[in-house]
């Protein structure tokens, strides 16, 4: 893990400012805190409701095929 080597100063409503180079083109984190009070933030993507729908839509599917319980793609669907 990199060292930070600046400060980061909580302003009086309670934000920090992340730098440019630690964001990495993320605008979202999921927040860690761990015993010792130390926090450590996750890089997020954020999704339209209709992709989320999608990825749980193809998890089922593969979960499924994985189970054998798929012996045809649906006509609809084309290749």
């Known amino acids: 893990m990199k060292k930070l080597k600046k400060l980061l100063v ?5 934000r920090i400012t992340l730098p440019q180079k630690l964001r990495k083109k993320a605008d979202t ?3 860690k805190e761990n015993e010792d009070g130390s926090i450590i933030l996750f890089p997020q993507a954020s999704v339209s409701i209709k992709d989320a729908k999608l990825v749980q839509n193809l998890k089922i599917s593969i979960s499924q095929a994985k ?3 798929i012996e045809d793609l649906p006509e609809d669907w084309t290749l």
């Open 10 to 14: 909580v302003d009086d409503r309670g």
């Open 29 to 31: 984190f999921s927040v």
């Open 67 to 69: 189970n054998g319980e």
